[in-house]
């Protein structure tokens, strides 16, 4: 099976991600989808297995394997979890739907950890920027800054919120190189150190209940090789039954 027409025939959960997600777009923004296909149990059957991930077929569309999902959502990835909390689902079937009730399963402590490195990452990413051309890529500063909030916000209530709000305005005078470089680093330097200081303080649960989430793969797994059974029955049966017609 192609990698694309898994994507098409299998998707259990799609949204829109990005600017237009997080309350950010502006005229001219990209539109980009995220999703989460259920490969069919039989293709593990095989030496070939099927992919983790899917780029396309759509344009800035980009698609994982449910179990791959799930792994990185236990690992608190910053990407796979504002995924998971999208404000504008476009599509989403039963399996899907399960998956959506089990967002506090991948919520923990861990997203201090993981949200603080990426964040880390970015901003040496900034700095080479600055030094390298005198000021940082502004877009990618003000996602930087909207990371840390959401990090924060996240920590001290327990519930991940994707739409930034009222800080639209701050946040876009930042993509708009309107902040001085200083003021951004120093704001950067205040949201890590509020973040640190809600790490022990938080309502989240130390570790992810990875049981309830292995539960739930289980199942679609199995649910997925029981329809392909009875898919199996069906073809068999109006072959034979078009055999005896035949005679």
């Not at 739907?97 to 997203?111: H, I, N, Y």
């Not at 209530?157 to 190189?177: F, Y």
């Amino acid at each position: 099976m192609h990698p694309e027409d898994l994507v098409r025939d299998h998707t259990i959960y799609s949204c829109v991600m990005g600017s237009r997600a997080f309350g950010l777009a502006t005229e001219g923004s990209d539109t980009d989808r995220r999703g989460v296909f259920l490969a069919p149990t039989a293709l593990y059957w095989r030496f070939d297995k099927p992919p983790t991930h899917v780029d396309g077929p759509g344009e800035e569309q980009f698609s994982w394997e449910l179990e791959r999902f799930c792994e990185l959502a236990l690992r608190a990835n910053p990407n796979v979890l504002e995924c998971l909390h999208s404000p504008l689902v476009e599509h989403v079937d039963a399996t899907g739907r399960e998956l959506l009730t089990l967002r506090r399963a991948f919520l923990s402590r861990r997203v201090h950890e993981s949200f603080t490195r990426y964040a880390l990452g970015q901003r040496r990413k900034l700095e080479a920027d600055v030094r390298t051309h005198g000021a940082p890529r502004w877009k990618h500063a003000m996602h930087l800054l909207r990371l840390l909030m959401s990090a924060l916000d996240l920590l001290r209530t327990g519930e991940l919120t994707i739409d930034v709000g009222d800080r639209r305005a701050e946040l876009l005078a930042v993509k708009r190189g309107e902040v001085p470089w200083p003021e951004i680093e120093a704001r950067m330097a205040r949201l890590a150190a509020q973040t640190d200081a809600w790490t022990y303080r938080t309502p989240l649960p130390a570790e992810p209940d990875r049981r309830r989430v292995e539960d739930f793969l289980v199942r679609a797994r199995r649910a997925s090789a029981v329809q392909a059974d009875a898919d199996h029955e069906v073809v068999q049966g109006v072959v034979r039954g078009g055999s005896v017609g035949q005679h």
